[in-house]
Antibody, heavy 116, light 108 residues
Framework: VHLVESGGGVVQPGRSLRLSCAASGFTFSDCGMHWVRQAPGKGLEWVAIISYDGSNRNYADSMKGRFAISRDNSKNTLYLQLNSLRAEDTAVYYC??????????WGQGTLVTVSS | SYELTQPPSVSVSPGQTARITCSGDALPKEYAYWFQQKSGRAPVLVMY???ERPSGIPERFSGSSSGTTVTLTISGVQAEDEADYYC???????????FGGGTKLTVL
């Protein structure tokens, strides 16, 4: 199983960024997918979930309306659109999935830095 | 959503037993999962469904549950166990995850 995030970088406050998570080694289209972030020196914070087929999505309250999770099962890729970025959105963003109770797969993370 | 509460830090000497607690009102109804995270790396699952240990995780890691508190116990702590530990749970429909604030385990 391999999850590889990309798309991070330095962005100015108020701007947008789209993160991607390329999946391989498992049946991506069978699995719900999550984004989790970690600000520098801070703990893990759940961001969003999307169901296996994209029909259901949910977000952490603090990110509703600014972030959008989506997926393309034909490309085995998960996305996170980050809009109206703030300094406090600076974090490593991980994609993750739990195909069974005894397994949770994580990517290596991509760093988003919001700074002028 | 709801909250999970962990102590910020736990310190033990090598060979001793470390206990890290996680409290939350939903824990009697929902499973807890524990992750180990070493500096700069992605989290690793060390316990699932409160008390089950994934393959490849040493037997010195164990989990327990009582009421609104779950506990990760590391018996015979080794220097390599020094890390941040996070509990995690979800609602019954798995429509969101919630993480505890994390506990830094220091091996003295």
């Amino acid at each position: 199983v391999h999850l590889v995030e990309s798309g991070g970088g330095v962005v100015q406050p108020g701007r947008s960024l789209r993160l991607s998570c390329a999946a391989s080694g498992f049946t991506f289209s069978d699995c719900g997918m999550h984004w989790v972030r970690q600000a520098p020196g801070k703990g893990l914070e759940w961001v969003a979930i999307i169901s296996y087929d994209g029909s259901n999505r949910n977000y952490a309250d603090s990110m509703k309306g600014r972030f959008a999770i989506s997926r393309d099962n034909s490309k085995n890729t998960l996305y996170l659109q980050l809009n109206s970025l703030r300094a406090e959105d600076t974090a490593v963003y991980y994609c993750a999935t739990r195909p069974q109770h005894n397994t949770t797969h994580w990517g290596q993370g991509t760093l988003v830095t919001v700074s002028s | 959503s709801y909250e999970l509460t962990q102590p910020p830090s736990v310190s033990v000497s090598p060979g001793q037993t470390a206990r890290i607690t996680c409290s939350g009102d939903a824990l009697p109804k929902e499973y807890a999962y524990w992750f180990q995270q070493k500096s700069g790396r992605a989290p690793v699952l060390v316990m699932y469904k409160d008390t089950e240990r994934p393959s490849g995780i040493p037997e010195r890691f164990s989990g327990s549950s009582s009421g609104t508190t779950v506990t990760l116990t590391i018996s015979g702590v080794q220097a390599e166990d020094e890390a941040d530990y996070y509990c995690q749970s979800a609602d019954s429909s798995a429509s969101y995850w919630v993480f505890g604030g994390g506990t830094k385990l220091t091996v003295l």
